[in-house]
Protein backbone atom coordinates (compact mmCIF):
# COMPACT_ATOMS: atom_id res chain seq x y z
CA UNK A 1 0.00 0.00 0.00
CA UNK A 2 2.94 2.18 0.66
CA UNK A 3 4.62 1.56 -2.36
CA UNK A 4 1.47 2.53 -4.39
CA UNK A 5 0.92 5.74 -2.67
CA UNK A 6 4.37 6.50 -3.22
CA UNK A 7 3.75 5.72 -7.02
CA UNK A 8 1.00 7.94 -6.88
CA UNK A 9 2.80 10.65 -5.39
CA UNK A 10 5.64 10.70 -7.87
CA UNK A 11 3.35 10.99 -10.23
CA UNK A 12 1.14 13.91 -9.15
CA UNK A 13 4.46 15.79 -9.10
CA UNK A 14 5.79 15.20 -12.28
CA UNK A 15 8.57 13.62 -11.87
CA UNK A 16 7.52 10.65 -13.69
CA UNK A 17 6.57 13.23 -16.55
CA UNK A 18 8.95 14.03 -19.53
CA UNK A 19 8.38 17.88 -19.33
CA UNK A 20 8.56 19.94 -16.34
CA UNK A 21 6.43 22.90 -15.95
CA UNK A 22 6.34 25.68 -13.77
CA UNK A 23 3.51 27.60 -13.04
CA UNK A 24 1.61 25.65 -15.50
CA UNK A 25 0.21 22.52 -15.47
CA UNK A 26 0.61 21.15 -18.88
CA UNK A 27 4.09 21.63 -19.87
CA UNK A 28 4.20 21.22 -23.54
CA UNK A 29 8.11 21.40 -23.75
CA UNK A 30 10.77 19.48 -21.27
CA UNK A 31 10.65 22.82 -19.80
CA UNK A 32 7.58 25.39 -19.94
CA UNK A 33 8.03 28.44 -17.75
CA UNK A 34 4.78 30.47 -17.07
CA UNK A 35 6.16 33.70 -15.85
CA UNK A 36 9.53 35.60 -15.72
CA UNK A 37 13.20 34.02 -15.66
CA UNK A 38 16.31 35.26 -14.30
CA UNK A 39 20.30 34.61 -14.83
CA UNK A 40 23.13 35.55 -13.66
CA UNK A 41 24.21 39.36 -14.49
CA UNK A 42 27.77 40.45 -14.13
CA UNK A 43 29.59 43.79 -14.98
CA UNK A 44 33.14 43.16 -16.25
CA UNK A 45 35.80 45.94 -15.87
CA UNK A 46 38.93 44.22 -16.82
CA UNK A 47 39.57 40.92 -18.53
CA UNK A 48 37.30 37.86 -17.44
CA UNK A 49 37.33 34.58 -18.14
CA UNK A 50 34.25 32.63 -18.44
CA UNK A 51 32.87 29.69 -16.54
CA UNK A 52 29.57 28.24 -15.69
CA UNK A 53 28.27 30.74 -12.82
CA UNK A 54 28.26 33.82 -15.80
CA UNK A 55 25.47 34.39 -18.06
CA UNK A 56 24.85 37.86 -18.87
CA UNK A 57 28.37 40.07 -19.17
CA UNK A 58 28.36 43.73 -19.46
CA UNK A 59 31.90 45.01 -20.57
CA UNK A 60 32.43 48.60 -19.03
CA UNK A 61 36.19 48.94 -18.36
CA UNK A 62 38.38 51.86 -19.38
CA UNK A 63 40.42 50.04 -21.56
CA UNK A 64 40.18 47.63 -24.78
CA UNK A 65 38.86 43.98 -23.04
CA UNK A 66 39.53 40.64 -23.28
CA UNK A 67 36.79 38.10 -22.37
CA UNK A 68 37.65 34.28 -22.88
CA UNK A 69 35.06 31.51 -23.83
CA UNK A 70 35.66 28.21 -21.28
CA UNK A 71 37.36 25.36 -22.85
CA UNK A 72 36.00 23.13 -23.94
CA UNK A 73 35.28 19.91 -21.96
CA UNK A 74 35.02 16.58 -23.29
CA UNK A 75 32.60 13.45 -21.50
CA UNK A 76 30.72 14.74 -18.12
CA UNK A 77 30.61 17.92 -17.77
CA UNK A 78 30.19 18.85 -21.52
CA UNK A 79 28.53 22.08 -21.42
CA UNK A 80 26.75 21.87 -24.92
CA UNK A 81 24.24 24.28 -25.54
CA UNK A 82 24.85 26.54 -22.86
CA UNK A 83 24.47 30.47 -23.97
CA UNK A 84 26.46 33.34 -23.02
CA UNK A 85 25.08 36.58 -23.67
CA UNK A 86 27.84 39.58 -24.28
CA UNK A 87 27.52 43.10 -24.28
CA UNK A 88 30.40 46.13 -24.57
CA UNK A 89 28.66 49.14 -22.77
CA UNK A 90 31.84 51.77 -22.80
CA UNK A 91 31.95 54.24 -25.14
CA UNK A 92 35.21 54.47 -26.50
CA UNK A 93 36.80 51.11 -26.21
CA UNK A 94 36.60 47.45 -27.86
CA UNK A 95 36.03 44.36 -26.13
CA UNK A 96 37.26 40.95 -27.97
CA UNK A 97 35.04 37.88 -26.78
CA UNK A 98 38.27 34.76 -28.01
CA UNK A 99 37.96 31.14 -27.86
CA UNK A 100 40.18 29.00 -25.94
CA UNK A 101 43.83 27.97 -27.34
CA UNK A 102 42.97 26.40 -30.86
CA UNK A 103 39.25 26.28 -30.44
CA UNK A 104 37.50 28.39 -32.68
CA UNK A 105 34.11 30.21 -33.40
CA UNK A 106 31.68 29.28 -36.05
CA UNK A 107 30.89 32.92 -37.31
CA UNK A 108 30.06 31.54 -41.00
CA UNK A 109 34.24 31.30 -41.06
CA UNK A 110 36.44 29.74 -38.07
CA UNK A 111 37.70 32.53 -36.48
CA UNK A 112 39.72 32.83 -33.09
CA UNK A 113 38.10 35.80 -31.56
CA UNK A 114 35.16 38.25 -32.22
CA UNK A 115 35.86 42.01 -32.06
CA UNK A 116 32.63 44.07 -30.37
CA UNK A 117 33.05 47.97 -30.53
CA UNK A 118 31.13 49.94 -28.13
CA UNK A 119 27.88 49.47 -28.41
CA UNK A 120 28.05 45.85 -29.78
CA UNK A 121 26.21 43.21 -28.13
CA UNK A 122 26.77 39.37 -29.25
CA UNK A 123 25.24 35.96 -28.46
CA UNK A 124 27.76 32.51 -28.30
CA UNK A 125 26.35 29.10 -28.45
CA UNK A 126 28.01 25.93 -27.23
CA UNK A 127 28.60 23.35 -29.94
CA UNK A 128 29.41 20.50 -27.42
CA UNK A 129 32.93 20.08 -29.43
CA UNK A 130 35.88 19.82 -28.10
CA UNK A 131 38.23 20.42 -31.09
CA UNK A 132 37.73 23.03 -33.75
CA UNK A 133 34.78 25.20 -33.67
CA UNK A 134 33.58 24.87 -29.81
CA UNK A 135 31.34 27.96 -30.58
CA UNK A 136 28.58 29.30 -32.81
CA UNK A 137 27.87 32.78 -32.75
CA UNK A 138 24.08 33.79 -32.97
CA UNK A 139 24.08 36.65 -33.15
CA UNK A 140 26.41 40.36 -33.67
CA UNK A 141 24.66 43.78 -33.48
CA UNK A 142 24.58 47.14 -32.58
CA UNK A 143 22.76 47.19 -29.32
CA UNK A 144 22.32 50.96 -29.48
CA UNK A 145 22.05 52.21 -33.29
CA UNK A 146 22.39 55.63 -34.51
CA UNK A 147 21.47 57.87 -37.28
CA UNK A 148 22.14 60.43 -39.01
CA UNK A 149 19.52 61.84 -41.69
CA UNK A 150 21.12 63.93 -44.31
CA UNK A 151 18.91 66.70 -46.05
CA UNK A 152 18.82 67.00 -49.57
CA UNK A 153 15.75 69.61 -50.23
CA UNK A 154 14.79 71.60 -46.58
CA UNK A 155 11.82 74.45 -48.35
CA UNK A 156 9.60 76.12 -45.79
CA UNK A 157 8.32 79.49 -46.48
CA UNK A 158 4.74 80.76 -45.74
CA UNK A 159 3.31 84.10 -45.94
CA UNK A 160 3.06 86.71 -42.70
CA UNK A 161 0.30 87.01 -40.30
CA UNK A 162 -3.04 88.41 -41.57
CA UNK A 163 -0.91 88.84 -45.29
CA UNK A 164 -1.58 87.70 -48.62
CA UNK A 165 0.44 85.88 -51.14
CA UNK A 166 3.40 87.82 -53.17
CA UNK A 167 3.34 88.22 -56.26
CA UNK A 168 6.35 86.23 -57.28
CA UNK A 169 4.10 83.32 -54.91
CA UNK A 170 0.73 83.04 -57.73
CA UNK A 171 -0.22 80.96 -60.37
CA UNK A 172 -3.06 80.72 -62.91
CA UNK A 173 -5.08 77.68 -64.19
CA UNK A 174 -7.14 78.54 -67.28
CA UNK A 175 -9.88 76.32 -68.23
CA UNK A 176 -10.26 76.04 -71.99
CA UNK A 177 -8.38 75.65 -75.29
CA UNK A 178 -6.14 76.38 -74.90
CA UNK A 179 -5.47 76.06 -71.41
CA UNK A 180 -3.44 76.30 -68.61
CA UNK A 181 -3.94 73.45 -66.98
CA UNK A 182 -0.37 72.34 -64.85
CA UNK A 183 1.60 74.44 -63.19
CA UNK A 184 4.72 74.05 -60.90
CA UNK A 185 3.97 75.46 -57.48
CA UNK A 186 6.22 78.41 -57.35
CA UNK A 187 9.13 77.73 -54.85
CA UNK A 188 8.94 73.95 -55.23
CA UNK A 189 11.65 73.61 -57.84
CA UNK A 190 15.01 72.35 -56.61
CA UNK A 191 17.97 70.41 -57.56
CA UNK A 192 19.89 68.22 -55.25
CA UNK A 193 23.30 65.01 -56.12
CA UNK A 194 23.30 61.60 -54.71
CA UNK A 195 27.38 60.54 -54.83
CA UNK A 196 25.85 56.87 -54.53
CA UNK A 197 22.46 55.39 -55.22
CA UNK A 198 19.86 55.73 -51.81
CA UNK A 199 16.79 55.67 -50.71
CA UNK A 200 15.31 58.67 -50.34
CA UNK A 201 12.39 59.80 -48.55
CA UNK A 202 9.78 62.93 -49.72
CA UNK A 203 7.17 64.90 -48.24
CA UNK A 204 5.56 68.05 -48.99
CA UNK A 205 2.62 69.86 -47.42
CA UNK A 206 0.82 73.07 -49.31
CA UNK A 207 -1.60 75.61 -48.94
CA UNK A 208 -2.92 77.60 -51.39
CA UNK A 209 -5.38 80.52 -51.57
CA UNK A 210 -7.85 80.85 -54.80
CA UNK A 211 -7.93 84.49 -55.32
CA UNK A 212 -11.01 85.41 -57.01
CA UNK A 213 -14.12 86.14 -55.92
CA UNK A 214 -17.35 84.56 -56.68
CA UNK A 215 -20.07 86.16 -59.07
CA UNK A 216 -23.41 86.74 -57.94
CA UNK A 217 -26.25 84.74 -59.30
CA UNK A 218 -23.81 82.26 -60.36
CA UNK A 219 -24.06 78.66 -59.80
CA UNK A 220 -20.93 76.54 -59.10
CA UNK A 221 -19.92 73.10 -59.36
CA UNK A 222 -16.67 72.96 -57.83
CA UNK A 223 -13.34 71.11 -59.49
CA UNK A 224 -11.28 68.74 -58.42
CA UNK A 225 -7.29 69.53 -58.17
CA UNK A 226 -4.30 67.34 -58.50
CA UNK A 227 -0.92 67.94 -56.46
CA UNK A 228 1.75 65.26 -57.23
CA UNK A 229 5.64 65.88 -56.70
CA UNK A 230 7.79 65.11 -59.60
CA UNK A 231 11.19 63.47 -59.91
CA UNK A 232 13.58 64.54 -62.83
CA UNK A 233 9.90 65.82 -64.57
CA UNK A 234 8.67 62.22 -64.06
CA UNK A 235 5.95 62.11 -62.25
CA UNK A 236 6.00 60.11 -58.85
CA UNK A 237 3.21 59.01 -57.89
CA UNK A 238 2.77 60.42 -54.89
CA UNK A 239 -0.07 62.66 -55.08
CA UNK A 240 -3.25 63.46 -53.61
CA UNK A 241 -6.63 64.79 -55.16
CA UNK A 242 -8.27 67.72 -53.65
CA UNK A 243 -11.70 69.48 -54.69
CA UNK A 244 -12.72 73.24 -54.29
CA UNK A 245 -14.73 73.21 -51.72
CA UNK A 246 -15.93 77.30 -53.59
CA UNK A 247 -15.08 79.98 -55.02
CA UNK A 248 -12.28 82.09 -52.81
CA UNK A 249 -11.12 79.25 -50.68
CA UNK A 250 -8.14 77.48 -49.83
CA UNK A 251 -7.11 74.11 -50.52
CA UNK A 252 -4.68 71.79 -48.53
CA UNK A 253 -2.35 68.61 -49.84
CA UNK A 254 -0.41 67.05 -47.65
CA UNK A 255 1.90 64.09 -49.30
CA UNK A 256 4.70 61.94 -48.40
CA UNK A 257 6.54 58.84 -49.84
CA UNK A 258 10.02 56.81 -50.65
CA UNK A 259 11.18 56.66 -53.67
CA UNK A 260 15.11 54.82 -54.46
CA UNK A 261 17.14 57.09 -56.43
CA UNK A 262 20.33 56.51 -58.43
CA UNK A 263 23.56 58.36 -58.26
CA UNK A 264 24.17 61.67 -59.98
CA UNK A 265 22.06 65.07 -60.20
CA UNK A 266 18.22 65.28 -59.76
CA UNK A 267 15.56 67.50 -59.84
CA UNK A 268 12.33 67.92 -57.60
CA UNK A 269 9.64 70.38 -58.31
CA UNK A 270 5.58 69.84 -57.11
CA UNK A 271 2.85 70.36 -59.64
CA UNK A 272 -0.92 71.17 -59.43
CA UNK A 273 -3.42 70.36 -62.16
CA UNK A 274 -6.66 71.16 -62.96
CA UNK A 275 -8.06 66.95 -62.71
CA UNK A 276 -11.60 67.45 -62.99
CA UNK A 277 -13.21 70.43 -64.35
CA UNK A 278 -16.64 72.26 -62.56
CA UNK A 279 -19.38 73.21 -64.24
CA UNK A 280 -21.44 76.55 -64.82
CA UNK A 281 -17.74 78.16 -64.97
CA UNK A 282 -17.64 79.48 -69.29
CA UNK A 283 -14.32 78.12 -71.34
CA UNK A 284 -11.49 80.58 -70.94
CA UNK A 285 -12.42 81.25 -67.66
CA UNK A 286 -8.99 82.27 -65.10
CA UNK A 287 -8.14 81.49 -61.51
CA UNK A 288 -5.47 82.56 -59.53
CA UNK A 289 -4.02 81.53 -56.56
CA UNK A 290 -1.57 82.11 -54.36
CA UNK A 291 1.02 79.98 -52.22
CA UNK A 292 0.42 80.44 -48.39
CA UNK A 293 2.63 77.61 -47.10
CA UNK A 294 4.82 75.12 -48.56
CA UNK A 295 7.09 72.46 -47.00
CA UNK A 296 9.03 70.58 -49.70
CA UNK A 297 11.98 67.97 -48.14
CA UNK A 298 13.89 65.22 -49.59
CA UNK A 299 15.69 63.37 -46.88
CA UNK A 300 17.90 59.65 -46.52
CA UNK A 301 19.12 57.70 -44.03
CA UNK A 302 22.93 56.61 -43.48
Same mark, same amino acid.
Given at each position: ???????????????????????????????????????????????????? #???????????? *? !??? @????? +? %? /??????????????????????????????????????????????????????????????????????????????????????????????????????????????????????? #???????????? *? !??? @????? +? %? /?????????????????????????????????????????????????????????????????????????????????????
Amino acid at each position: MKQLFLILLLYNTGVMSQNTGIYTKNPGSSLAVNGSFAADYKIATSNVILDD #SDFYIAYNGNTD *G !IIQ @LPVAI +S %G /QGNFKGRIYRIKNTTGNWNLTVAAHNLEKIDAVTDVSSILLPPGYYAEFISKGTTTGTTWELSMRVPAVSSFEVTKLVDVTSSVARNSVSSPQDRFTIVRGNPGILDIVIPGSSNSFTL #SEPKTVFLDCVL *G !IDD @LESPV +S %G /QIYIMPYYRCELYIDNVATGIFQIVQQNRIGSQLQFSMSGVRDLSAGQHTIHAKLSLWRSGGGVPSGTTNTFGVLSLLLSAVYIN
